[in-house]
């Protein structure tokens, strides 16, 4: 509940309702691909993953659709920054 509350805040694509799902060990942001850069049907896309650290803190992670992989962008010791830099996207890595 807390990334969904977090992303109500974001910058980009406010008019889309996206959904945050279980993914290995953290959490799967899924957004509808408004822009049809990744999906030219405005289908459902990977945003970002958040886990958390076994020594404590999380990761953040980008997907890289190109590459169909994750890209680290991020680790903190708290949830904050990262649901800040998912949601303000200075860099357009998350909402394409």
């Given amino acids: 509940m807390r990334i969904l509350r977090a992303l109500a805040r974001r910058r980009r694509y406010k008019y889309v309702a ?3 799902e279980p993914e290995g060990d953290g959490w799967k942001i899924v957004s509808p691909n408004c822009s049809r850069r990744i999906d030219p049907r405005g289908g459902q896309i990977d945003i970002a993953w958040l886990v958390p650290r076994a ?3 999380w990761l953040l992670y980008a997907r890289d659709h190109a590459q169909r ?3 680290l962008v991020l680790g903190a010791e708290t949830l904050a920054p990262l649901l800040d830099q998912v949601c303000l996207d200075p860099q357009r890595e998350f909402w394409p």
Avoid: T
């Fill in 55 to 57: 020594a404590g803190g």
């Fill in 18 to 20: 996206p959904r945050v």
């Fill in 69 to 71: 992989s994750w890209r």
